[in-house]
């Protein structure tokens, strides 16, 4: 069952992500992950939620979202993440 990421991200520093963002999707691409929303517009609903920039990416498996974060691949772009920006996510199934 797929699975998706939902990250609010807010960038402290514009250079490190522009780096990050060229390390991420070949990493993304080997886990069968894709982006499903990658920063567009927020248009706020009925309640304000104080949204930076919103990130869906799909994983096929819990499974496989859990190897790519706990992978080598991932540790220097994770790294970079803390340094580039402030994220608060989680993730959900599928239905």
Do not use: C
């Not at 990416?57 to 819990?62: A, D, H, M, N, Q």
């Amino acid at each position: 069952m797929s699975v998706y990421i939902i990250a609010d991200i807010k960038v402290k520093d514009q250079n490190a992500y522009d780096e990050l963002q060229k390390l991420v999707p070949p990493i993304m691409k080997k886990y069968g992950a894709r982006y499903l929303v990658h920063g567009g517009e927020i248009i706020e609903g009925e309640e304000e939620w104080g949204l930076s920039r919103i990130h869906l990416i799909e994983f096929p498996s819990e499974a496989k979202a859990r190897e790519y974060f706990a992978s080598d691949d991932w540790a220097p772009a994770g790294a970079l993440r803390r340094i580039a920006t402030e994220t608060r996510s989680f993730m959900v199934e599928g239905v």
